[in-house]
Nanobody, 126 residues
């Protein structure tokens, strides 16, 4: 059974840092591209970042470039999203997701992902 279980969401002050985790089970995560998305209240899903099966990384959200890093621990079958310099506009529910069709390359479209984590709330506020 494919599952993605997230952890790490929190309330942080502006300028703070946070690391989100996405633990995969039921498949070998390094055979797939895994992405992070976010959805702010009243807005559509936004691609944040992705790591492909070869470890290549892409940051989709221009506002997060230079402030985020995606990584993967193969031994733990877990993908991480490290964010720093957080701003109130980063407030959203963050999701990890597995690339559809066993494809190892990334996509910014949420429609290209089949299994999703449960979502974790990140709130940036003083």
């Amino acid at each position: 059974q494919v599952q993605l279980v997230q952890s790490g969401g929190a309330l942080v002050q502006p300028g703070g840092s946070l690391r989100l985790s996405c633990a995969a089970s039921g498949f070998t995560s390094d055979f797939y591209a895994l992405g992070w998305f976010r959805q702010a209240p009243g807005k559509e899903y936004e691609g944040v970042s992705c790591i492909n099966k070869n470890g290549g990384r892409t940051v989709y959200a221009d506002s997060l470039k230079g402030r985020t890093a995606i990584s993967r621990d193969i031994s733990e079958n877990t993908v991480y999203l490290q964010m720093s310099g957080l701003k109130p506009e980063d407030t959203a529910v963050y999701y990890c997701a597995r690339r559809r069709g066993g494809l190892g390359y990334c996509s910014a479209s949420p429609h290209d992902y089949d299994y999703w984590g449960q979502g974790t709330q990140v709130t940036v506020s003083s």
